[in-house]
C-alpha cells in the first residue's frame, strides 16, 4: 500500500493517550528484539504475525524505516500487557480474529499464509472507501457495543481503525523516526515565534 494512501484511509482515534516518555522507554525495549524473530509476550503467535505483517503493509520500508523496522508490534503486544484495559484488549482480539476469519474465507488460507499481493489487495479493499462508506464505518465503531446483526463489521473495522491509529502513533513516536527523519534537536537553544510556515521545514520530533 502507497504509505501517502495508507495516511489517508479511514481514521479515528482510540482514545487511548499515552506520554511520549513511556512510548519512547517502552519502544527502546522492544527494539532489541529481532521484528522477524520477537516472541510476543501477550497475543499468541499467530495474532502477532498477522499484526506484523499488517503492520509492515500500513507501513512498508522504502527510503525510510517500516513499522518492522522500529519495533511497531512488538509495542503494540506489550502495551496490551501492560497498559490497555482487558475490555479494549478484548475488542481488539476479536476483530483480529474477524479480520482474519474474512481472509480466509475470501482467500482460503490464514492472512499470514496469503501472498503479498493476496494480503495487500485485501486490507486496501478494507481501508480505501468511499466517502458514504467511510462515515457509515465510522459512525459504526464510535458506539460503545455491537450493533444486533453488525457485530463482524462492528469488530473488524473497530480493529482496523485502532490498529492503524497505533501503528502510526508508536511509528512517529519511535527513537528512530525521531532521530533520522524528523527534524531533531537534543538541546533546543532559541525558540522563534513567528516563523513563516514555508521556513519551517520538517516536522519536528521534540
Known amino acids: 500500500m502507497d504509505r501517502r494512501k495508507a495516511l489517508k484511509s479511514i481514521t479515528l ?3 487511548i493517550v499515552i506520554s511520549s516518555g513511556t ?11 529481532d521484528s522477524i524473530t520477537w516472541v510476543p509476550q501477550f497475543l499468541s503467535e499467530q495474532e502477532a504475525v498477522t499484526i506484523s505483517e499488517l ?12 513499522a518492522l523496522d522500529v519495533g511497531v508490534p512488538q509495542l503494540i503486544d506489550l502495551m496490551m500487557k501492560d497498559v490497555f484495559e ?4 478484548e475488542k481488539y ?14 482467500n482460503g488460507v490464514e492472512f499470514h499464509e496469503g501472498s503479498q499481493e493476496k494480503q495487500q489487495a485485501f486490507v486496501e479493499k478494507l481501508y480505501n472507501l468511499s466517502e458514504d462508506e467511510t462515515e457509515e464505518v465510522l459512525s459504526l465503531v464510535r458506539k460503545s457495543n455491537a450493533p444486533s446483526g ?19 502513533n508508536y511509528y512517529f513516536t519511535s527513537e528512530k523516526v525521531g532521530e533520522e527523519i524528523l527534524s531533531y534537536d537534543p538541546v533546543p537553544g532559541r525558540q522563534e515565534g513567528c516563523v513563516p510556515v514555508e521556513q519551517v521545514g520538517n516536522v519536528w520530533s521534540l
Open 150 to 168: 453488525q457485530e463482524d463489521k462492528y469488530f473488524m473495522y473497530s480493529f482496523l481503525v485502532d490498529h492503524r491509529k497505533l501503528t502510526i
Open 55 to 66: 503492520s509492515n503493509i500500513i507501513f512498508p520500508a522504502d527510503k525510510m524505516p517500516g
Open 13 to 15: 482515534s482510540t482514545g
Open 93 to 106: 482480539r476479536q476483530g483480529l480474529k474477524v479480520f482474519s476469519s474474512q481472509f480466509k474465507k475470501e
Open 86 to 89: 482487558d475490555k479494549d484488549n
Open 23 to 33: 512510548l519512547m522507554t517502552m519502544l527502546q525495549s522492544c527494539q532489541e528484539k
